[in-house]
């Protein structure tokens, strides 16, 4: 089944098929019995990101509380067992890259990375010092200092001046040419905390991503998908939750899925 069969296969369902509009910033999007794909999606991508919404679709049919809840394994699968979100998960990996967060987990070990050459420079005048601690001189020097925003912002601008007042930008990069007269030791922990909350939104960030992509709705949906883009490693990968989807899937329990895969191929 082509592109354009698929579509017109959904619109005879009764389901409203957009493909002009941007899907929300998305590549597709569900929302009940509408599913909108990206005019921007690339054409090797819009059938199995069309059948990844249709999924969606089979799955609010069945659970209409997926757009508040994420959905439950036990209508999908009629069992709660760990090992069906664990091969879920392995399948989703498998289809969507982005779900390992690969770019995420490294641009964090370089942040690491830099946040420990800043500890070292710190440490050569004060040895005792603990990130987990409160650094007193640092904290007393900071105070009678300008640099203190940098605490909260990278870059901010003051206004400075008594008569001729005038904008001054201040920032992390350039914490030692605008403040030289900060002690090494005083910048580079400037530093590492600006690195310190940048790495706290990459994790805020991961922890996300992950939320989201382990919603069982999410993983129903990029199991469906395995299964058009590689049958049988995607089985490979999920054999338990496998058998139960192709039991019920005989039993027409997911709708028209049994026969959309079938006309897929």
Known sequence: MEAKEFVKYLKNLGIEVHTTTKARGHLGFCLKNRIDISKNISPERFVPTLLHEFAHYVHYEIEPAINRTGGTFEVL???DDPIISDEL???TNFVDENSLCVKLYEHKDRIKGQIKVYEKIIKKD?????????????DKFIKKSKAKYLLKYDRVQLIEGFFTK?????????????????PEAFAANIKLHSLQKK??????????????????????????????????????????????????????????????LEKLG
């Not at 004060?126 to 640092?138: M, Q, T």
């Open 77 to 79: 699968f009629g069992s």
């Open 89 to 91: 998960f392995k399948v």
């Open 126 to 138: 004060y040895p005792k010092f603990l990130r987990s601690k409160k650094f007193k001189e640092f």
């Open 166 to 182: 005038h904008a001054k930008i201040y920032s992390v990069a350039n914490v030692e040419k605008d403040f030289p007269d900060m």
């Open 199 to 260: 790495q706290g939104r990459i994790s805020a960030r991961i922890n996300r991503l992950y939320k989201y992509y382990t919603k069982p709705t999410e993983l129903f949906a990029r199991f469906v998908e395995g299964l058009y883009k590689d049958k049988e490693w995607t089985c490979a990968l999920a054999p338990y939750t496998s058998e139960i989807f192709y039991k019920r899937l005989e039993e027409s329990y997911y709708g028209k899925l049994k026969e959309v």
